[in-house]
């Protein structure tokens, strides 16, 4: 029987034709890019990438999470995982301010850096806001590889897209996230987490301070930054 309620499969049909143009874009811009229909075909191509004894770092993401990419590597037991975003059952850090702004530095080195975006446009480039700066730093220079995961949620027509989405989707959910889930306090004063959407505001706890889009790269370092684009709703 159809049913016309349920719109999954042609909402699977069109993030895949949307990530097929991405991934072509990307590739021009001398970004590596792949299309995997789902977070588990996504999460064994993206470890047959990291290598035993390989150095892997992480930036905040929630789309890294769901697709199991550091729970995996821990049960490996094969690489040293520098991961300044570990949470007890009740969300505050495990690690100290101290320890983790060290985590944050020593992530230049890494042999791998582990991450999401925020966006993709359609014609191949990344964009990225960011509120202390070091996630879009380690993507843009440091780490010998980046391995970007994305859901095809975040794919975008052009910049000026994708920038209204992080500024009124992504920055309020995320820095209610913040607040809610890891005790920041610091965010509840922010106007998106109290109404909901962006002003623009100059506050001094705004997660939106560094605004990078990256072009692509030259053909000499086209290896480094790897996305792997998945055919499924993550992140925010």
């Not at 097929?20 to 001398?30: D, Q, Y």
């Not at 977070?39 to 697709?67: F, N």
């Not at 490996?76 to 944050?104: C, H, L, T």
């Not at 909901?196 to 072009?215: A, M």
Request: proline share 3%; hydrophobic share 40%.
């Amino acid at each position: 029987m159809i049913v016309d309620m349920d719109m999954s499969l042609e909402k699977k049909w069109l993030g895949e034709e949307r990530a097929k143009v991405a991934v072509k874009s990307l590739c021009r811009r001398n970004i590596q890019a792949e299309y995997f229909s789902t977070r588990y075909e996504a999460l064994e191509a993206v470890l047959k990438r990291i290598p035993p004894g390989v150095t892997v770092a992480r930036g905040d993401s929630i789309t890294v999470d769901q697709v199991g990419v550091i729970p995996e590597l821990n049960r490996r037991q094969q690489n040293k995982i520098i991961d300044p975003f570990r949470w007890d059952a009740e969300g505050y850090y495990i690690d100290s301010v101290e320890a983790r702004e060290q985590m944050y530095r020593e992530a230049f080195s890494a042999d791998i850096f582990l991450a999401g975006t925020n966006g993709v446009t359609m014609d191949g480039k990344l964009v990225n806001v960011d509120g202390y700066g070091n996630r879009v730093a380690a993507m843009i220079f440091g780490p010998k590889k980046v391995i970007l995961i994305v859901g095809v949620n975040k794919i975008v027509k052009d910049v000026d897209e994708a920038l209204e989405r992080i500024h009124q989707l992504v920055a309020p959910l995320n820095a209610k996230r913040w607040w809610l889930k890891h005790h920041e306090e610091d965010k509840a004063d922010l106007p998106c987490v109290k109404t909901g959407r962006c002003v623009e505001c100059v506050h001094d706890s705004r997660i939106c301070s560094f605004t990078v889009i990256i072009d692509g790269t030259k053909a000499s370092n086209k290896d480094r930054i790897y996305v792997a684009l998945v055919g499924e709703e993550l992140g925010i």
